[in-house]
Nanobody
Framework: QVQLVESGGGLVQAGGSLRLSCAAS????????MGWYRQAPGKQRELVAT???????NYADSVKGRFTISRDNAKNTVYLQMNSLKPEDTAVYYC???????????????WGQGTQVTVSS
């Protein structure tokens, strides 16, 4: 099993910055794509950003130019640097990883418990 633990959420004023971290641990054979998703109250969970093992990134249009995703493959850790935060960025942010626990095992989709990000106006 793979566990994902997020950290770095909190309360920040509009225009401020936060950095989220997510470390994967457990029975990891390989982690492929890692990413961040978010869910605001009353809304569906949406993609924020993803990054492949090779460093190819993908961003939601709403965060392009403000958020940067990165990862440390040796530590199985993914980061999300969030700048110029807006009140509409307020949500629970979830870490996601696509990986395998063994070479024969099927690929699994793993989620963290979520971390709250609140941006005040």
């Amino acid at each position: 099993q793979v566990q994902l633990v997020e950290s770095g959420g909190g309360l920040v004023q509009a225009g401020g910055s936060l950095r989220l971290s997510c470390a994967a641990s457990g029975s990891i054979w390989i982690i492929y794509t890692m990413g961040w998703y978010r869910q605001a109250p009353g809304k569906q969970r949406e993609l924020v950003a993803t990054i492949t093992t090779g460093g190819r990134t993908n961003y939601a249009d709403s965060v392009k130019g403000r958020f940067t995703i990165s990862r440390d493959n040796a530590k199985n850790t993914v980061y999300l640097q969030m700048n110029s935060l807006k009140p509409e960025d307020t949500a629970v942010y979830y870490c996601n990883a696509d990986g395998k626990t063994g070479w024969k095992d099927p690929r699994g989709d793993y989620w963290g418990q979520g971390t709250q990000v609140t941006v005040s106006s």
